[in-house]
């Protein structure tokens, strides 16, 4: 009889390999990118520095966009024919009725492909969840890759710390209309809609372009070297005060909408600060 030939134990060569080829921010983006969009996808495209959890970013940060922009154009679209049939704020209908009847067919056309594309992201993030897993940096389908193609010309004059300025600027404006603007009509929703994009786009970058500015873009021979975990962890720490005392010492219904407005506060002192300084020593 032939010798039987026996089988050593498999090779797990592969494994170290693949756990050295993926990473954890790879894997997981794509699922936070779900509830948080563009915004999720952007601020881990800007901050990472594995590669593959820079790849796995950009394919989010493509599909999140694509489906930002269907958004925009759906809504867009819904609002201005609620405007210009007389359905909106103004009450004047100026649409000619053979656009009116045109646009009456195609919004709702919009709003189902927005609904279909919005479940079918729930779909295709997971399957990249899945694929990072395994370490392929999955693109997603029907997708273009803009991030690709517009990044390399997108540049802010005087860097990062300039978004850290347009912050400064404009947080306070917006605080300020909501709580001392008017309580109805276009300019109550608008200033909602503002208050909304402060707090989960504008902050959340502003506090990205802070941590680059001060961790990665600055001269290594700067004359100022800002402690970057003290201007955005003071803000998270006094807002986490405020709740505790909020929901301890008063009869607030609701401490943790005080303790975004205490966090809203608490950071734009801390970018003030930043800029303040950034200003004074890049002149000195």
């Known amino acids: 009889m032939p010798p039987q030939q026996t089988q050593g134990p498999p090779s797990t060569a592969e494994g170290p390999k693949l756990l050295e080829e993926r990473s954890i921010g790879g894997i997981f983006v794509h699922f936070v990118a779900i509830p948080t969009g563009a915004v999720g996808a952007g601020l881990v495209y800007l901050v990472s520095t594995n590669e593959f959890t820079k790849r796995n970013a950009r394919n989010a940060l493509d599909w999140h966009l694509t489906v930002l922009g269907l958004t925009v154009v759906t809504f867009g679209s819904l609002f201005a024919y609620a405007e210009l049939t007389g359905q909106g704020a103004t009450d004047i209908a100026v649409l000619p009725s053979p656009l009116t009847t045109v646009a009456s067919v195609l919004i709702p056309v919009l709003l189902s ?62 605080i300020g209309t909501v709580f001392f603007g008017p309580r109805d009509g276009a300019m109550f929703f608008a200033s909602g809609f503002a208050l909304i994009g402060l707090i989960m786009v504008l902050t959340p970058f502003a506090g990205v372009a802070m941590y680059l500015h001060g961790e990665r873009t600055r001269p290594a021979d700067a004359a100022w070297h800002p402690s970057v975990v003290v201007y955005i962890g003071a803000p998270i720490v006094v807002a986490v005060t405020g709740y505790v005392l909020s929901a301890t010492f008063t009869d607030s219904i ?31």
């Open 113 to 174: 492909v927005w609904m279909l594309v919005w479940f079918w992201t729930f779909i295709v993030g997971f399957i990249a969840m899945g694929k990072a897993t395994f370490g392929t940096a999955w693109r997603y389908p029907l997708t273009p890759a803009l991030v690709d193609r517009f990044a390399p010309h997108v540049s802010l004059p005087g860097g990062w710390p300039l978004l850290i300025v347009v912050y400064t600027v404009l947080a306070p404006l917006i």
């Open 254 to 284: 609701n401490p943790a909408g005080d303790a975004v407005y205490v966090l809203l506060a608490a950071f734009w002192v801390s970018s003030l600060v930043y800029v303040v300084r950034w200003l004074t020593t890049s002149r000195s």
